[in-house]
């Protein structure tokens, strides 16, 4: 997969809990992404990071924060989960701007 | 609000015949074109992909159809197989951002 880890792969919490979710990647991409899959929807993008340091909010980004203070690792942050954040989470990496998108396992994610 | 449409939502077909998945844009700012291919479990994987100044492109059984004008671009599987039952999504990139359509259930039967 491209050297894309996520972890965790599954996580079950409770609603208002924080919750993190990390990105590593191994491939040295500038581009790194998160997004969210839900039936019906596609693949929505959350946010994503164009370098270190650098982010900016994708189509569904209310109640995610995320934080890129290295090349490899990017991590996305619900500061209160709730159950309407029960979903598949995907990172993403590309290489450049305007080419292909890299994919990661997943991390399936419940909200109680 | 970008957007990429895609149909149908479910497709099934026999082996040996012709898989169809239709996409519709509407920002003319998309430049790139890439069909991604998911199994149960996984991550989407790149499929194949296409820019707008080219009309086809073709990678063994795939084929891209892209109409500029139309704002319209398929994707065509020739001698569908059984392993090639997946969910198929159309995407659509800017400078920096991936759109996806919501994605088209395929079966193959044996």
């Known amino acids: 997969d491209a050297g894309i880890t996520q972890s965790p792969r599954h996580k079950v919490t409770e609603t208002g809990t924080p919750v993190t979710l990390r990105c590593h990647q191994t491939?040295?991409?500038?581009?790194m992404y998160w997004y969210r899959q839900d039936p019906g929807h596609g693949l929505r993008l959350i946010h994503y990071?164009?370098?270190?340091?650098?982010?900016d909010k994708g189509e569904v980004s209310d109640g995610y924060s995320v934080s890129r203070s290295k090349t490899e690792d990017f991590l996305l942050t619900l500061e209160s989960a709730t159950s309407s954040q029960t979903s598949v989470y995907f990172c993403a990496i590309g290489r450049q701007a305007g080419t292909e998108a890299f994919f990661g396992q997943g991390t399936r994610l419940t909200v109680v | 609000q970008q957007q990429v449409k895609q149909s149908p939502q479910s497709l099934i077909v026999q082996k040996g015949g012709i898989s169809i998945i239709n996409c519709a844009y509407e920002?003319?700012?998309?430049?790139?074109f890439p069909w991604y291919q998911q199994f149960p479990g996984k991550g989407p994987a790149l499929l194949i992909a296409?820019?707008?100044?080219?009309s086809e492109k073709k990678e063994g059984r795939f084929t891209i159809s892209f109409n500029k004008s139309a704002k319209q671009f398929s994707l065509h599987i020739m001698d569908s197989q059984p392993g090639d039952s997946a969910t198929y999504f159309c995407?659509?990139?800017?400078?920096?951002?991936?759109?996806f359509g919501s994605g088209t259930q395929l079966t193959v039967l044996p």
């Open positions: 296409i820019r707008p100044d080219v």
């Open positions: 990071s164009y370098g270190v340091k650098d982010t």
């Open positions: 995407a659509a990139l800017t400078s920096r951002q991936l759109t």
């Open positions: 920002n003319t700012a998309f430049d790139y």
């Open positions: 491939e040295n991409h500038r581009y």
